[in-house]
């Protein structure tokens, strides 16, 4: 706020014939060309640096699913909650691909079957998870496995491999997810929609909020002791 005070009255003591070139580092200074266009006409420039162009999935996403249940993706039939959920979340604009146990699962039922393609597929019963399960953390380790699904089988996590960039767009995706979720599993499992781009999204929004609010006090401060100084708001201006 100090820096943007020192700024504005820089700026409102010089010429209004002079075109302000302002940059998008910090943020906030695009307000002083949106004021003194408004209030005195003047001309500016906003360049804009982004640092994060668009790269096919180097933006990660976590979609937790816990059923809150012991062995609950141990059925078939959830696993296959967990597919079809996927088919969604891949129709997604910005979602490259969608990672989670049961491609595993079907990746390890393929390799054990001589690399057959009728074996590309969820096992039907139980016991065949079980089976698979023991081949997967053989093949693959432990570490693998506890990515995507916890030790008791009560809780999965579905890995989205994202190239948006943009944090009022993740937020955007992160609603339309959670309504789809509301919508279509609200009885079957609760749900928490995470990782680090969400959280630093979230964390740019409540700061932007702030930031306007903080900015509205500046101006309305910087007003009055404008006008005070010169008893007219016109001249303040």
């Not at 906003?46 to 990660?60: E, K, N, Q, T």
């Not at 146990?101 to 054990?112: C, E, G």
């Amino acid at each position: 706020i100090t820096y943007f005070i020192s700024t504005f009255v820089h700026v409102l003591f010089r010429s209004r014939k002079q075109i302000l070139l302002i940059v998008s580092n910090p943020p906030y200074l695009s307000f002083l060309g949106f004021i003194f266009s408004l209030i005195r006409k003047q001309k500016f420039i906003y360049l804009v640096h982004d640092i994060y162009p668009d790269m096919a999935g180097s933006f990660p996403i976590n979609v937790l699913l816990d059923s809150q249940h012991e062995g609950y993706f141990e059925d078939p039939e959830n696993i296959v909650k967990i597919s079809r959920l996927q088919v969604f979340l891949n129709s997604l604009e910005g979602v490259d691909k969608s990672i989670s146990f049961a491609d595993y699962l079907k990746l390890v039922n393929y390799a054990t079957n001589q690399n057959k393609k009728r074996y590309y597929k969820l096992p039907e019963e139980s016991f065949e998870i079980r089976m698979l399960v023991n081949k997967y953390t053989s093949m693959l380790g432990e570490d693998m496995l506890g990515r995507f699904m916890n030790g008791d089988f009560s809780r999965a996590n579905i890995l989205l491999r994202t190239h948006i960039s943009n944090s009022s767009d993740l937020l955007n995706i992160k609603k339309e997810i959670r309504a789809h979720l509301q919508q279509h599993y609200a009885r079957d499992f609760n749900f928490h929609i995470t990782g680090v781009v969400i959280l630093i999204s979230q964390s740019i929004n409540m700061i932007t909020k702030s930031q306007i609010k903080s900015l509205s006090i500046t101006f309305a401060i910087v007003f009055i002791i404008m006008l005070l100084l010169f008893i007219s708001s016109k001249v303040s201006l």
